[in-house]
């Protein structure tokens, strides 16, 4: 059984890198990927800029950011309370 990612299993990945290979040369096959992982890390530092940003202008506005810890903080109690009600009830496999 062939692997399969993102739809597209190992015959069709083989093409693929042949065909980059024949466009772009071996020799340039690195620099290309270089400059793409630039652009990647470019783009998720300019994304937690704006997350760190918003962040900011809310506190500095008085909204409490820290809500969705408090949600978390809730859910996980009810889930010890289900635990503590429903243990000896659970099923035997």
């Not at 270089?34 to 760190?52: E, H, P, W």
């Amino acid at each position: 059984m062939s692997t399969v990612f993102l739809f597209i299993g190992g015959p069709e990945i083989f093409v693929i890198i042949a065909v980059v290979v024949m466009l772009f040369g071996a020799d340039k096959i690195p620099e290309i990927a270089r400059s793409l992982g630039k652009g990647m890390r470019q783009i998720k530092d300019a994304t937690n800029d704006i997350k760190q940003e918003i962040n900011n202008s809310a506190k500095n506005h008085g909204i409490d950011t820290d809500i969705v810890s408090d949600i978390n903080n809730e859910v996980s109690k009810v889930k010890e309370n289900i635990d503590d009600l429903t243990g000896p009830i659970k099923r035997s496999r």
